[in-house]
């Protein structure tokens, strides 16, 4: 792969409009009055992907790396046949990401949260010292280990223990992976508050979730990649959602492209799905409420194991946020669905069958959502719609087996901080 210069770019303050120099690592605003996400804003205002065998990083222009990592892939968009049919649709587009060679896709942990790693590892400077710490449910850490252990990069990864079979891998991880769990009968929240407890060592940093802008704009490749298939931006766009991350990377692009002329205006309208009963964000739009509605940190632990799809749990997701999801679905006419477990099963298996692949329960919580917005006539069967896939191929990708990675320590986020670095420190 050639080398790729360093992106030029600045930050914009999403609530005011503020542009500011990125300092290397920033995640807001330091002189913002109000909580905001901040976006880049790239110098090149025009979508070039590059030609040839650049991964993920054909889309270099458009993300904020100072430099390339080996081993990345692009996520993979085409015009479904099977599930169309059958859903009755004529313009339905399929954007996956996962291990799936016979279109193309060659992500090896099956999820987009690949996008996302190979993002905010390339906007690492290049001379880091510092550790980086990622918290998860479990696609991001799979990822985030995956590359990391690749490209050699210390990390600390942060998951509950009830998630940690999501740490399945093709070959064995390298030692600069390191992976903390919080206990059983914890959630996602709570690895949240272990990590952050960890980065209050200036050894280690955060990576910063829904604030880093790299982790939002490689997550945001997916449109990217439909609207190279496509030709224009789509009339809607479906996304199973924890965070609602993805779905706000989605909006922004959509914004970048219509900003460049040749793809239509944005009217991309954004539809999020939840799986129930974990639906803090479902409940929260379908109350009218910016903030979130009130959820007891137990009902939290235990509706997040009731959930299939375990990676759609997360009780403080970026929702009310300036720039956050409640400000993309306004903005866009968007809308929120549930599926549950039953659904997604349902979902699994037809899209097996209908277009020959397995998808993640996460997955077919999207699938789903774009079966009752079809049903509630939400979206017109003749409309151009992107199925955002945002994991799948796991039979293709461990037929040959998996190796499983255990944790390297449990440690309750509730232990004083000077205790959880201490413990951590003499893994390194």
């Not at 054909?58 to 059958?86: C, D």
């Not at 992500?107 to 918290?135: D, H, I, W, Y």
Request: proline share 5%.
């Amino acid at each position: 792969m050639a080398r790729i210069k360093p992106t030029s770019y600045k930050l914009e303050n999403v609530a005011d409009g503020h542009i500011f120099e990125d300092s290397g690592w920033a995640l807001a605003d330091p002189l913002s009055k109000t909580p905001s996400l901040v976006r880049a804003v790239y110098a090149n205002k025009f979508f070039n992907p590059k030609e040839g065998r650049y991964g993920l990083y054909r889309y270099a222009e458009w993300l904020p790396i100072q430099h390339t990592l080996k081993n990345s892939h692009a996520p993979v968009t085409y015009r479904s046949t099977g599930l169309a049919r059958h859903l009755g649709m004529s313009n339905l587009y399929i954007t996956f990401s996962g291990y799936w060679p016979k279109i193309g896709a060659r992500m090896e942990t099956c999820s987009f949260k690949e996008t996302e790693a190979f993002s905010v590892c390339g906007r690492l400077p290049k001379r880091n010292k510092r550790v980086l710490v990622v918290q998860s449910a479990g696609n991001t850490a799979r990822a985030f280990a995956r590359v990391c252990s690749d490209n050699n990069i210390p990390v600390v990864i942060c998951i509950p223990l009830d998630n940690i079979n999501d740490l399945w891998f093709r070959r064995a991880l390298k030692p600069c992976v390191k992976v903390i769990a919080t206990p059983s009968g914890t959630d996602y929240f709570d690895a949240i508050s272990l990590g952050d407890k960890i980065a209050q060592d200036p050894r280690f940093m955060l990576e910063g979730g829904a604030k880093n802008v790299a982790r939002r704009d490689g997550m945001g490749t997916t449109v990217l990649s439909a609207v190279e298939a496509i030709g224009r931006i789509p009339d809607a766009y479906f996304q199973a959602v924890g965070s609602g991350t993805g779905a706000i990377a989605a909006w922004e692009n959509a914004e970048r492209l219509a900003a460049d002329g040749r793809f239509g205006k944005n009217n991309m309208r954004v539809y999020a799905c939840q799986n129930a009963p974990y639906s803090i964000m479902y409940d929260s739009w379908k109350a009218g409420s910016r903030e979130l509605l009130p959820l007891d940190p137990d009902v939290s632990r235990k509706n997040s194991e009731i959930i299939l799809a375990t990676v759609l749990s997360n009780r403080k997701p970026p929702y009310s946020i300036a720039g956050g999801l409640y400000d993309v679905l306004k903005a866009s006419g968007g809308d929120m669905y549930l599926a549950t477990n039953d659904d997604i099963v349902n979902w699994i298996l037809k899209f097996f069958k209908f277009e020959g692949c397995d998808i993640l329960p996460a997955a077919a919580c999207a699938v789903s959502g774009l079966a009752n917005a079809l049903e509630n006539g939400d979206v017109g069967k003749d409309e151009t719609v992107m199925l955002n896939i945002t994991g799948g191929g796991m039979l293709n990708a461990t037929y040959m087996g998996y190796v499983q990675k255990s944790p390297d320590l449990v440690l309750s986020p509730d232990l004083p901080s000077e205790i959880i670095i201490s413990e951590v420190d003499k893994l390194f």
